[in-house]
């Protein structure tokens, strides 16, 4: 049986990055990081757990994928540019063919964004795969959950809900769910299509940076629009008005009926679209940067002075919020 | 049930630490750091999970000591000065008494070192911590595994193998082990002192800042002293003599018979404490860091030129190194 350190070796060491940022990648006990003079330093760390966050045998390439696609969603929500990342990672066995896959979805999207792999640790266990990332931002413009103010409008990346609607699609689980209607059958490639917003997210890198200084409040949308847009309102003490209809539903989700577009919206989760504010001023600003980081952003609303967060569809009609999904919850 | 930012709030989220180089701690998608200028980051990621790194049902208290002290032996192992960490948690239910404990064993290491948990992630799941955590150093200090020379004399801080001791008597695992004695029964004292070596380990922080500038290569001894040491030998490209019989065993590892003190201290694992190398012209200085630093050095050997470890006994006889112990390996 290979070694833990054969395995490191293999599979995650590659030859230095000539990023003058990293004085040392993998192989000591600690990796050494030179940051750019003056810039802050964003941190951020998720835990991916099977059965929890992926499927047991779920494809090992699209595992390595969006492990590291979700803290990088992480540091677009902060506006910064990724720096590095490390891996821990618990393996029931040391499986060279999951590993070669793993390895080869992690470090795609690694070099995608010049985030490099500097140190980790790997064990035998329950699969988990534990990524903290580091990103680099200049002082002054974190894009932060408490800094949304009354009069900005709220704003969404990209497409919501196509990636709940692969879950539910794929665990046959709308039935059971007695208040969402029957999903209609999804032809193989639209399930295809849905299943890649799943599996495969898109950190919003490019558009986190544009916002710098435009935008005034930012999260991304791991847990579903309603329950994240909740963290920013309660950290910035202050509410929000959002028309349901204005969301902006994935192409597969828009062929759905009305009231599961909606729902899987608002909170669908898995979407990895940045939620933010900035004020109305900068409204061409924020159309500017969408349009020069190549991603879709639409308006759904705006911030209030009053809290608590007030749901109409197009029509005006007032619509109650669902709740957000929640790891510890029971959805 | 409680949701999981409840959790995160109630039990590992703190009042700001006042600490200027933490820019913003938990509660947004990243925090974020300032670094002192012109100083080097070191990182380092650590994941303990349950049945393979510390019984089922460990004492919650001292584990979220362990959790955190393995990783901030990194840093000593690097010369770096504690600055903060993020924690991932998986577990299998919100058992706030647990939480309550182990935040606790947790967060009180972390104030002895100035190290603030600035953010991390919760989930549901198997028992499983990750810790990465942040020190830092100025430039040229650092102690990289790369960094031993030829006629280096080898160092080891504090004492071996009581952690050892306690796993095998909290096993009864020796008898099973061919190649190891019987362990003598140990009195109820004994075997409470050798625990709080496998439980509760001292990472030597303060040695490794006293090091910098004296010791060449260094790294913390976790599988083992001689598989450790392979590891620096490895990375310098040289080899080391070692007298097994200099080799500082434990108090209650002291009382044991002759062929298992040195088993133990070779190879046992868990130890936290620092292997380095350093010039014969700095033997006084090295002294001097152990005192300044509080902590026990002992010299057991030296860096050749010629690859390998060779070993001795007290009298000069050759002897054969043990294997080390590896997290993928059947040990």
């Not at 208040?179 to 558009?207: F, M």
């Not at 309660?234 to 509410?239: D, E, F, P, T």
């Amino acid at each position: 049986m290979p070694s833990e350190f054969d395995l490191i070796k293999q599979y995650f060491t590659r030859p230095p990055c000539g990023d003058a940022r990293i004085g040392l990648g993998i192989g000591d006990d600690c990796a050494l990081l030179l940051p750019t003079p003056g810039s802050r330093l964003a941190v951020s760390a998720d835990m991916l757990v099977e059965g929890r966050h992926f499927f047991a045998g779920a494809d090992a390439e699209s595992l390595g994928h969006k492990a590291l696609a979700v803290n990088l969603s992480d540091l677009a929500a902060m506006g910064a540019a990724p720096l590095a990342f490390t891996l821990a990672l618990s393996l029931p066995s040391p499986d060279t063919a999951w590993l070669a896959g793993f390895s080869s979805g992690l470090l795609a999207l690694a070099d995608l964004h010049g985030c490099s792999l500097i140190g980790g640790d790997t064990t035998r266990g329950p699969l988990n795969i534990c990524i903290t990332v580091f990103g680099e931002l200049p002082a002054g413009v974190a894009l932060r959950r408490d800094a949304a103010l009354p009069g900005d409008e709220l704003w969404v990346s990209g497409t919501l809900g196509d990636a709940r609607l692969a879950l539910a699609a794929l665990r046959c689980d709308a039935a059971a769910d007695a208040i969402l209607p029957l999903i209609p059958p999804l032809s193989e490639a639209d399930l295809q299509q849905a299943a890649q917003r799943l599996h495969r997210p898109t950190p919003r890198v490019a558009l986190g940076i544009a916002l710098r200084g435009i935008a005034h409040a930012a999260i991304d949308i791991s847990d579903g629009f309603a329950g994240d847009l909740a963290h920013v309102l309660a950290r910035s003490r202050c509410g929000a008005s959002v028309d349901a209809d204005a969301l902006p539903a994935g192409p597969i989700l828009q062929k759905m009926p009305a009231a599961l577009r909606r729902d899987w919206c608002m909170a669908g989760g898995d979407d990895y679209e940045l939620c933010f504010t900035a004020p109305p001023c900068l409204h061409a600003a924020v159309l500017a940067a969408g349009l020069a980081s190549g991603t879709r952003v639409t308006r759904v609303g705006r911030i209030d002075a009053a809290g608590g967060l007030r749901l109409s569809d197009g029509d005006g009609n007032m619509l109650q919020a669902p709740p957000s999904f929640d790891h510890f919850g029971n959805s």
